[in-house]
């Protein structure tokens, strides 16, 4: 029980965070929508964003959808429910992994509160409380090294997913900024994103399983 307190927090929050395009999604690694007019506000800072990181990100994840969904409607409508339901497979994914953090946060949370009490009632002297969260902190240190050597491990996988996602998007930047759009040629490069997200998602269950591995008691 310790060492889901303990590490369910850890195993998460370095786990769950990859995402498709990289190791994060930024406004840079998006490809472009087909309407010309809309090309600049995926290129370069977006000066006075005073939103947080995680809210900015949240967006470019969302635009970077949106933009690729449009792409498909435009030169590759057959292909759009293919797509549409892996990108829907991601999302449930980390949703669910999220989900998991908010339980080993909230689980942690309360291991700690159960000794302040214990303490503050009296039924804990200070030296006993004291001992108790050093037990906390140091449960499961062998398991710790485990979580983060995988984490280590995924971020080399994630650095070599995005130097694909970034030629990627490179390659949909040129065709679709095309004095003539050539279609067959969208057409391969999305087949493109479709396996690259296909084998992102193989990649994030991949560590998560291995994770999860480490995590049984």
């Not at 994914?93 to 998991?100: P, W």
Request: aromatic share 4%.
């Amino acid at each position: 029980m310790k060492k889901l307190l303990i590490l369910g927090l850890v195993t998460t929050t370095l786990l769950s965070g990859a995402v498709f395009a990289g190791t994060e999604e930024t406004a840079d690694n998006a490809p472009l929508r087909p309407e010309r007019p809309r090309i600049e506000q995926f290129d370069g800072e977006r000066p006075g964003d005073d939103r947080t990181i995680e809210v900015r990100r949240k967006a470019d994840g969302e635009r970077r959808i949106q933009v690729l969904t449009e792409a498909f409607e435009t030169y590759y409508p057959e292909a759009l429910d293919t797509y549409t339901a892996l990108e829907a497979e991601h999302k449930a994914f980390h949703e669910s992994r999220d989900a998991l953090r908010e339980t080993a946060m909230a689980a942690e949370k309360q291991a700690y509160q159960k000794i302040v009490d214990a303490l503050l009632s009296g039924e804990m002297d200070r030296e006993a409380a004291r001992a108790a969260i050093e037990d906390l902190r140091g449960a499961g240190a062998e398991t710790r090294e485990s979580l983060k050597a995988i984490f280590d491990e995924k971020r080399e996988a994630l650095e070599a997913d995005k130097t694909i996602n970034d030629a990627l998007r490179d390659t949909l930047r040129a065709l679709l900024t095309a004095e003539t759009v050539d279609e067959a040629a969208v057409q391969n490069a999305l087949d493109e994103v479709i396996a690259q997200l296909q084998s992102h998602i193989a990649l994030d269950e991949k560590y998560a399983a291995m994770a999860d591995a480490v995590m049984v008691p």
